[in-house]
């Protein structure tokens, strides 16, 4: 039994190790865009239901069971040490040649995964099912409920223990490969006990093809489950999985996108898993009614006031809703679980349901939804089964047709919604996020402005009554601002030099307001909808076109495009670069990292200026530019601006350079904080390795 139980262990504990340590490696590739870790779990929702179909048909229809599993356990090993000696880690798959020009990056990230750690995942997600089966048949007198939960409490251990111990203190290099040997070691436990379970098997009746099944309760009699039933455990499953990636959306693009933040949704999921089928008593129907409409009341007041909120009522907000519609989902799942010899369908359908989730929200929703509308969906699909679990003499079949009815209803009210109402002159949703064209007045007196928004960051605005002369600056980037005092105050600026700019993040182009004929003016962008929006579509912006300055834009990660320049020795000498790669409120990590500035510092001119936007509401950034500061030799100075009447926004700069003397100057100086006795001992940010809990504010 100790052994099954290590098994079952080791291998839910792994299973949710990869994919918050897998989603930190790939994030940088891709934007550092929350729609990362949505198709990450799309991906693993998948293999976990090829994980249970691929052990329901082990253990019901082959003899020599025992034999493949030890065979592709053995496979398995042999790719992890292959990978090992030609790779830097043994499942941390290698950055694509052609990553620029991926015009999918959801199929990009779903062959990724597949090819990393496809196998491995999908012998770990059938792990459970195939314990509770060997168990049975080696000691027939033993129950495997306790591996199940045992299995939760795994899984829930895996997760959690990656924010807290694993990321602060391993490197992402390290982590591969303290997951590989895991694994290894995983795989040598359950071997022997395959090796086991076929010794057994003789004892029984092949042609029958029966195993004994031990006495466990079960909430229906043991019929064979009828459509209806199967299709309503899909339905139930299918609604808490949606309901999870959906809220997981809300949270990280409206709210902070902050990577260990998409672990807290994951982990409420599981809680709710392991307390619904923990006993018969864990599970009140009117209780968690009452719950999920008293959380439901408090996020439509938080959503309704969100930007005067602080951040943590607003994640408060939308796990409590999430826990009471996954306790209803996963109660009603409890309440109609099969007689013990249905198990592994039951497990199957709930595997199934919890993949369709996950397509609907990764692939299906951002086709149809210019917005985030997954979300009202799964809230109304929980509304749904509410208003038929409390009519008690609703049956099985009763109950899945009214929640497809409803679903059907509900999802093709909101396609028309969102596509005619969405509230906003322009509004489009892709892999980067939604964004947003409002017409909003600003400014005291109120002037009539278009506003770019992604989520709640603004990404620049136009003043209408300036569209056909646009030299005012406004936003962040005011002449008072840290960005607009390097610009102004840079030497080649007074002498009437021609200067070279580049900018990482384009918003709606304010910056170039600042470009004089014969600037160069470099923009680097990585969603396709801001460069179109920027260039003029629409009309809504004009900053670009109106521009005498040499305008380039670089569509793109930034990062990858600059490397690709200085491996072609396209070196851009700038006197001042610009770090601006907003996100929903957060700086991506892999541009502020020590390679990410020696590479800026290789593109930067020898009198250059590196102005780095870290306004944000919940992280401070400062320690993490003063350690680059420090460990390159530069010169720091921080410039805030508290905003004024005429649609300058407040804003926190860091200016920093290889010349003190450049920041120095009494014009810099006036607006500079006093950072002589500032200090920090967190460590230095690399691609190996980052922490954001140490800068929350």
């Known amino acids: 039994m100790i052994l099954f139980a290590a098994s079952v262990f080791l291998s839910a504990f792994l299973l949710f190790q990869i994919q918050p340590m897998l989603g930190k490696f790939i994030l940088p590739w891709f934007g550092g ?98 314990m509770q089966a060997w168990l049975s048949r080696i000691y027939p007198a033993q129950s495997y409920a306790r591996l199940y939960a045992l299995s939760n409490a795994g899984s829930l251990l895996g997760l959690l223990a990656y924010p807290v111990l694993i990321e ?156 009471a519609a996954c306790m209803l989902c996963h109660g009603e799942l409890y309440l109609l679980r099969p007689a013990p010899e249905y198990l592994t369908t039951f497990y199957l359908m709930v595997s199934i349901g919890g993949a369709f989730g996950g397509i609907f929200v990764g692939l299906v929703a951002p086709l149809i939804f210019n917005g985030y509308w997954e979300f009202f969906v799964g809230l109304a699909m929980t509304f749904a089964i509410l208003m038929t679990v409390l009519r008690s003499n609703r049956d099985s079949n009763a109950r899945a047709r009214f929640v497809f009815t409803v679903f059907a209803l509900v999802t093709g009210m909101l396609i028309v919604l969102s596509t005619f109402y969405s509230g906003a002159s322009f509004s489009k949703r892709n892999f980067y996020g939604v964004i947003r064209v409002r017409q909003l007045f600003v400014g005291n007196p109120a002037q009539r402005a278009n506003v770019m928004s992604h989520g709640i960051t603004v990404h620049g605005l136009q003043l209408l ?47 170039v307001v600042y470009a004089r004929p014969g600037d160069v003016y470099r923009l680097y962008e990585i969603n396709p909808v801001v460069i179109d929006l920027a260039a003029g579509v629409g009309d809504y912006f ?32 700038f006197d001042v670069l610009v770090l601006d790669t907003f996100s929903s409120d957060a ?42 500061a420090k460990y390159y030799g530069l010169s720091i100075v921080r410039v805030n601006y508290a905003g004024d009447s005429k649609g300058g926004y407040a804003s926190h700069w860091i200016l ?25 001992d967190i460590k230095l940010w690399t691609d190996d390795y980052s922490n954001l809990f140490q800068i929350l504010k």
């Open 33 to 130: 865009t929350p729609a990362v870790w949505s198709t990450l779990m799309l991906v693993f929702q998948v293999l976990l239901t090829g994980g249970y179909a691929y052990a329901s048909w082990l253990i019901r229809s082959v003899r020599r069971q025992s034999l493949i599993h030890i065979l592709l356990l053995g496979l398995a090993a042999i790719l992890f040490i292959s990978r090992g000696f030609f790779a830097s880690s043994p499942i941390m798959p290698s950055i694509p040649a052609s990553l620029q020009s991926i015009k999918s990056p959801v199929f990009e990230i779903i062959k990724l995964c597949l090819l990393s750690v496809g196998p491995p995942f999908l012998i770990l997600a059938s792990n459970g099912p195939l």
């Open 168 to 323: 602060p203190n391993f490197s992402l290099r390290s982590q591969g490969w303290m997951w590989s040997l895991g694994f290894l070691m995983f795989g040598v436990l359950t071997g022997w006990i395959a090796l086991q379970s076929g010794r057994a098997a003789s004892r029984f009746d092949w042609a029958q093809r029966k195993l004994p099944q031990p006495k466990v309760d079960s909430a229906l009699p043991g019929e064979r489950p009828a459509f209806s039933l199967l299709s309503l455990w899909i339905a139930l499953s299918a609604t808490a999985s949606l309901f999870l990636l959906s809220v997981t959306n809300q949270i990280s693009q409206e709210v902070a996108v902050i990577p260990f933040l998409w672990i807290l949704p994951l982990t409420i999921y599981l809680l709710s898993f392991i307390l619904a089928f923990s006993s018969d008593h864990a599970y009140h129907r009117k209780f968690y009614a009452f719950l999920f409409l008293a959380c439901a009341a408090l996020t439509l007041y938080v959503t309704l006031n969100a930007t005067s909120l602080h951040i943590y009522w607003q994640i408060l907000a939308y796990s409590l809703l999430l826990f």
């Open 465 to 511: 009554s300036d569209l056909k002369l646009p030299d005012i600056p406004t936003t962040y980037y005011v002449r008072e601002s840290g960005v607009g005092l390097a610009i102004l105050n840079h030497p080649k600026y007074g002498h009437d030099q021609h200067m070279r700019v580049g900018l990482l993040g384009l918003g709606v182009g304010t910056l």
């Open 542 to 573: 004009s900053f670009l076109g109106d521009s005498k300055a040499e305008i380039s834009v670089v569509p793109g990660d930034a990062r990858i495009s600059l490397q690709n320049e200085l491996d072609q020795g396209n070196l851009q000498s």
């Open 587 to 628: 700086i991506p990590v892999h541009l502020v990292t020590k390679e990410a500035f020696a590479l800026y510092l290789a593109h930067l001119a020898p009198d250059g200026i590196i102005a780095a936007h870290i306004t944000n509401l919940h992280l401070d950034l400062q320690p993490v530019f003063w350690q680059l």
């Open 656 to 680: 920093l350079s290889r010349d003190a003397d450049l920041l120095n100057i009494p014009a810099i100086r006036t607006h500079a904080l006093d950072l002589s006795g500032y200090s920090t």
